[in-house]
C-alpha cells in the first residue's frame, strides 16, 4: 500500500510539474484527454521510480571514482538523466523534456517520493518495525547467523559527539534542546552521565588518538614543529594522522580499539578497524578499503537519500549566510569572518559527513557488528565560528539529538543487542580572538619580541579544521600546508597555534632550545611573551632549573615543583600541573609553548587562531568532555580502577578513556588478541611474532587476495 501511495503522489506531481513547466509535456501536440494524460504520468512515475531503484546503485557504484562532494553535485544531473530515460519508455512518445527541464522534475519528484515514503513510515509504527525487521533478517540470512536466540553477546556502538562539552550537553539536555538525551539522563531512561578531563592539548587529534589507538604521546598539540624532518606535523592532514597511528600502534603493540570486527567512521584514525568510511589517515592509503570515502556508496546508491541531502546542503549552506548576515547587522560580539567557503563547509560538516557517517553506522548495527566508533563533526564546526553556546549551535544539538534517536531506534531491530555509548573528545571555551582583543596575533608578538619587523595589520591567523580538511580530501584537493606553517628561513621563529595553545620553535636551534639560549638570542622574547595580559604562561626548559613555567611578575617555577591552584597555573584549576608535567616529557614539545588567559568567572580564553570557540590548550570547558553510558556497564571509575590497578576519582586524559572502553568490550566480547610485538616487516607492515601481517597504518591483519 505504501508503494502505491508514493507512486499515485509521484504521478500527481509530475502532472502538476507538467503544467507549470512549459518544457515539460506529458501530451501529444494534439492533446489527450484526461484520463490518458493521467495514464502517462503514472506510466513515467512507474519507470522513474523503477529506474531509480534497479539502475542508481549501479551508477553511484561506477562513479566511486568521482570524488565525493563532487558525486554529491552530480546528483541532480543524474537523476535528470534517468528521468529523461523514463520520459523514453512512454509509449507513443508523449512525454517531452528539455534536459535542464529534467533536473528540475527529477529533484522534486525524488523529494516528494522520499518526504511521503518517510511521512507514511513515521505515522505507521508497525510498517517502519516490519521494514526494519525485514533489512536485519535478510542481513542474518546473508551472513549465515542464527536468530535471536544465537544473537550472541551485545555490540557497542560509540558515537562521539565532537566538541560537545559536558555543561554543554547536560544544559541542553534540560533545556529541551536534546530530548533523546534527556530521556536517557531521566530516571528511567538507563544511562549515566560524567565528565572526564582531557589532557593539555584538548584537541580531537590527540584525545582521538587516545581513545582508538591507546596512546597519545607526543601530541603536543593540533599541530607542531618536527626539527629533525622540518615538517609541520598537523592532525587533520592524511600523512600526519597515518603517521600518528603508525607511532601509536609501534608505541602499544596493539592494532586499536576497534580491532575485533570493529568499524570506524568519521574518525581522524582507523581504531584498528576493518571496516572504514571517511576516516582521514586512511585517505593517504591506496587500494581496496583505504579510501576515506569507501563509505559512499551505501548512503548516495539510494536516489532519495541523495536528493535529500544535496537539498539540505543548500539549504545549510543558505541558512549560514543567512545568521552570519544578521550577526553583523546586530554586531554581536565577538564575531569572526564566516565568509568564502565556508558556509559550504560547514554545510558538509554539518549534513553530508553526518548523513553519511550516521547512515554507515546503521549499516553496521545491521550487519552485527562488535564495535562501531563514529565521529559527528557538525557542532564543533559551527561552534568555532559562532561560538559553544550560541544559538546557531544549539541548533545543531537538536538536530545530532535527532541522529542519535533514529540509531536508537534502528537498534531495536538488528540482529543482536547493541548498547550505545555517547562521548564527546574534548568542549570549547569562548572568547574573542588574541588578535581581536589586542591587534595582533601571537606571530605578531613574537616577532616583536624577536627584534623582527611586523605587518602594519594585523594578518588573520589560519583556523584549524578537521571539516575543512575533510572537504579537501573529498575534492580530491591536495591539502597543502598554510602559510604560516612554511619555514621562511632558518633564523625566523616558526609560530603555530591550536586553539588557545601556541608552539613556538626555532629551526637553526638544534634540539630542544633552552632559555638562556633563546635570552641570549632574544634577551626581550620571553619577557614580552611572560607579561603580555593575553598569555597566561609558557613553558620552556632551563639549562639551569630543568623545565620552568613562566608567568606574569616575573613569576618562574620548576615544572617539578608545580602545583595546582597557584603560581601561574592558579587559574587553569585541578590536573593542569599535571598535564604541563606529562607534555614537558614529549620529544617534539615545542622550545616554548603558550597558554592564553583564562578568566574563571566568565570562562573566556583567547584563541590564537580565527575562533570564538576554541579548544586546544587549558582553560575552561575546553578540558571537561563527557562519557554517557548505560547503568547495565561497569562503572567507568570501576573500570579504570580495575585496568590500572588503584581508585581514582575522575577519568584524566584520553588514555583512561581508551581503558575503559576496551574493558568494556571485553566485559562481552572477551579479550582482544594485540600486536605482541613490533617487527618490521618487508613493506613496513607490524608482524606479530609470526602470525599473518598486520597493516601499519591500521593494525587490522589485511584481506586474503
Known sequence: MRVIVVWAVSTLTMLVLAGILPDFQLQSDDGDSVTKTAFTAAWGAGAFGLLSALVWPLLVRALLIVPALVLGMLVFFLNGSLLLI?????????????????????AVMSAVASATSTALAVRDDNAYRRRLSRLAERRRRRSGTGGADDEGPPGTVFIQFDGVGHDVLAKAAADGLMPTVAGWLSDTGGHRLTPWRTDWSSQTGASQLGILHGSNHDVPAFRWYEKETGDVMVSSRPASALELQRRAIVRTHDGGLLTLDGASRGNLFSGGADQLALVLSMAARRGKGRRSRAGYFAYFSDPANAVRTALSFVAEAGREIGQSTRARIRKDTPRIKRGGLYPFIRAFATVVERDVVVAAVMGDMFAGRTAVYADLVAYD???HHSGPRSRDAEKVLTRLDRSLALIAKVAEHTPRTYRVVLLSDHGQSPGETFAGAYGLTLKDLVRAGSGLPVPRRAQRTRSGSEARDAVRIALHRPVAPGQEEHVATPSDPVVLASGNLGLISFPDIEGRACLEEVERRHPALLGT??????????LVRS?????????????????????DGQGPLAPFGPGAADAVRRTDTFPHVADVMVNSMYDPDTGTVHAFEEQIGSHGGLGGEQ?????????????????????????????VGAESVHRVLRRWLREVSGPQVPLRRAVRGTDGGLLDDGSPERDAGTGAKPSAP
Open 623 to 651: 578540558s571537561r568532555p563527557f562519557l554517557l553510558w548505560p547503568r547495565g556497564m561497569t562503572d567507568p571509575l570501576d573500570a579504570a580502577a580495575a585496568e590500572d590497578g588503584e581508585r581514582v576519582a575522575e577519568l
Open 86 to 106: 523514463a520520459i523514453r519508455l512512454i509509449p507513443d512518445g508523449r512525454g517531452t523534456a528539455a534536459p535542464e527541464t529534467a533536473v528540475v522534475v527529477a
Open 381 to 383: 564546526e559551527v561552534a
Open 543 to 563: 639549562e639551569r632549573d630543568g623545565s620552568v613555567v613562566l608567568g606574569r611578575g616575573g613569576a618562574r617555577v620548576p615544572v617539578a615543583e608545580l602545583k
Open 529 to 538: 611573551l611572560a607579561s603580555h595580559p593575553g598569555i597566561g604562561f609558557l
